[in-house]
Nanobody, 116 residues
Framework: QVQLVESGGGLVQPGGSLRLSCATS????????MRWYRQAPGKERELVAS????????NYDASVKGRFTISRDNAKNTLYLQMNNLKPEDTGVYYC?????????WGQGTQVTVST
């Protein structure tokens, strides 16, 4: 079955960096657009970034543009999110997701906390 497993979260000070990974299995990774979402405490889940099948087009939410970079390695079936200059408002659980046949599959999420 389809599996998405996020890793790389943690506690970081404002201005710091983290790199999230999403290891995938159970589907042909290179055929699908991939997305990163996040959910802050008490808020709805929001789209952070997306990347097309070949990585040629990347889109970002305005709040992270210029600080975050989404990428993928189709040989490793893995999605990444490089997060630089982190701010307290970036705190939340980060999820990778894939939409296949009208069904969205989510990973379990990885916690990112930006705090002094």
């Amino acid at each position: 079955q389809v599996q998405l497993v996020e890793s790389g979260g943690g506690l970081v000070q404002p201005g710091g960096s983290l790199r999230l990974s999403c290891a995938t299995s159970g589907f042909t990774f290179r055929y699908y657009v991939m997305r990163w979402y996040r959910q802050a405490p008490g808020k709805e889940r929001e789209l952070v970034a997306s990347i097309t099948k070949d990585g040629g087009v990347r889109n970002y939410d305005a709040s992270v543009k210029g600080r975050f970079t989404i990428s993928r390695d189709n040989a490793k079936n893995t999605l990444y999110l490089q997060m630089n200059n982190l701010k307290p408002e970036d705190t939340g659980v980060y999820y990778c997701s894939v939409l296949r046949d009208s069904v969205t599959t989510w990973g379990q999420g990885t916690q990112v906390t930006v705090s002094t």
